[in-house]
């Protein structure tokens, strides 16, 4: 079998909203977009991935088209490892991080839904794991810096049915809203998402003020967030911490936890080298007896990817899940969770395929 093509594709869904207009990514959102790897072969089997979209789906669909895709074609999709190990090399001069590695993951994770289709088997199996059916979701919420929003749509997504809700906030009032109400619902304790916000000084003072809460964990703490040093200071306020999601080589995941800097460690399928680099992570982090609970704010491929690791990998599945509805989801609204679940799916490799048709109709490029 050999690759006879590789396509970024880059389509936008609409988010149908039920109170304020959030932010994500900085940015006032009434939509996301969503970049698709899309693997052709010579044996008519194609492979779907994802790569890291937001904000940087140009430059990362401009590396797929010209320089990953050429140096893809007439190799064998089954050899991984070879593929993948041989493009790192051959790109690391323009880049060892960032859209080269968002664009090396999207194909990494379309290689390997290929690999369960020659297979027969899910990629959950082919990593080895007995999969449980369902995977528990925390409800991951956009921003808002308001505390009449923040409450609005955590009450919502306990009437979902979720258990578990993350806040992308920095202020105290809408952090002690949403673990008051988690508290009075007998939820599971409030994750807190800061955006790596504050410098040390700052990060071990209001660490201090949030210790109160009970909160599972506050997610990057600090400025800069490789600041590891800077990271186990701030945890020693004795409020659990989480980074991971801009931690974007293996050395570097190493480096983190051998540094025991934090309680979860979270590695993103569309940024560090889709499933084989999560791999590793889990053989690095599990060896250390340190949490991973991967950063997923995705739709497609590099949600269900995730899903599919956590669910082989992972010693207490969990997953993130972004708190919006989206209008034409071309996987068939697989990432609409039942009472705070996702279904693991069964089918060979990642065991949906997408609506092309929709796709070309809400495709941008």
């Not at 929003?149 to 955590?154: E, L």
């Not at 979720?162 to 304790?189: C, N, Q, S, W």
């Not at 983190?256 to 979270?266: F, G, H, P, T, W």
């Not at 690095?284 to 949600?303: I, T």
Request: net charge negative; glycine share 10%.
């Amino acid at each position: 079998m050999k690759i006879t093509r590789v396509t970024g594709i880059v389509y936008r869904q609409k988010i149908r909203l039920t109170g304020p207009q959030p932010k994500f990514a900085g940015e006032l959102r009434s939509e996301f977009e969503s970049l698709l790897v899309k693997v052709e072969t010579d044996e008519g089997i194609t492979g779907w991935g994802e790569a890291f979209p937001h904000r940087v789906w140009r430059a990362t669909k401009s590396l797929i088209e010209t320089l990953v895709a050429p140096a893809c074609i007439g190799a064998d999709p089954t050899d991984i490892s070879g593929l993948m190990n041989g493009l790192i090399r051959k790109t690391y001069g323009v880049g060892r991080a960032g859209p080269v590695m968002f664009a090396l993951s999207g194909l990494d994770i379309a290689l390997w839904d290929i690999l369960g289709k020659v297979a027969g088997l899910p990629i959950h199996k082919l990593l080895g794991g007995g999969a449980p059916a369902t995977i528990q979701a925390y409800a991951s919420l956009l921003k808002y810096n308001d505390t009449k929003a923040v409450v609005h749509y955590c009450e919502e997504a306990l009437a979902r049915g979720f258990t578990d809700i993350k806040v992308h906030e920095t202020g105290y009032d809408e952090i002690r809203a949403a673990a008051m109400l988690a508290r009075d619902a007998k939820a599971g304790p409030v994750m807190v998402d800061v955006n790596a916000p504050w410098v040390l000084q700052e990060a071990v003072a209001n660490m201090e003020r949030l210790r109160d809460l009970g909160l599972k964990w506050v997610e990057e703490p600090v400025w800069p967030p490789e600041d590891f040093r800077a990271l186990a200071l701030a945890r020693d306020t004795g409020v659990p911490v989480a980074v991971g999601e801009t931690v974007l080589t293996l050395t570097d995941f190493a480096r983190l936890i051998e540094s025991r800097a934090a309680d979860y460690v979270q590695p993103s399928v569309t940024k560090i080298g889709g499933i084989s680099a999560m791999r590793d992570v889990y053989a690095m982090a599990n060896q250390a007896s340190v949490a991973v609970v991967p950063h997923s704010a995705y739709f497609g491929p590099g949600l269900i990817a995730t899903a599919h690791v956590q669910a082989a990998l992972s010693r207490a599945p969990f997953i993130e899940r972004l708190y919006v509805d989206l209008e034409d989801d071309p996987f068939g609204g697989w990432y609409v969770p039942h009472n705070g679940t996702l279904t693991i799916p069964q089918g060979p490799g990642l065991g949906i395929d997408p609506d092309e048709k929709l796709i070309e109709r809400i495709r941008v490029e």
